[in-house]
């Protein structure tokens, strides 16, 4: 599989909202409260292409994307020429699985599976969550439902700290690393 270096760009970080929450993904229990049954997801075409290059291995954990010809065709192409991955019938992304009554990203456990890094196949827009980048596409604030989910809880005491997984995600998409 060919690694895509991913272009470090500067961006603003809207501190005071991020550290307003703790954030750790350890899956959701229930559909409902679930990031992977909550939200449309679209794709680029290169991001798109790399997570068709690790289809037989996602198929090992959600083999409904196995078919009789080879694998499920999962994207839809929107208007705007991104591409849409398909959900099933309880609205959960076609690569989420269970696993020990947690549901879980196919796409986030073949990167770790295989030792590639992260961003090589998971889509950015689902690393992200549950930050977003405001419409200026500059700055990084909290998602408006950073909340709807169980893997995020407001913090009951004021902090200047940004919490260790969210700090990751920043680092990812900006390469800073320092957060204070």
Known sequence: MKHILKKIVPIVIDHKAICSIDHACKGCADVSRSCCAKYDV?????EMDRINGVLPEAARLCPRLKTEEGYANVFEETEDGQFSIETDEDDLCVFAYR???LIRCALH????????PLGAVKPAVCI???LTFLDDGKTLTLHGDALGCHCSVMRKEPSDRISPELQATIA???GETSFT
């Not at 679209?42 to 290169?46: K, R």
């Open 128 to 130: 992200l969550y549950p």
């Open 172 to 174: 990812h998409f900006s």
């Open 109 to 116: 456990s073949v990167e770790k599976s295989m030792g590639l």
């Open 99 to 101: 696993n020990e009554g």
């Open 42 to 46: 679209t794709v680029t075409q290169a």
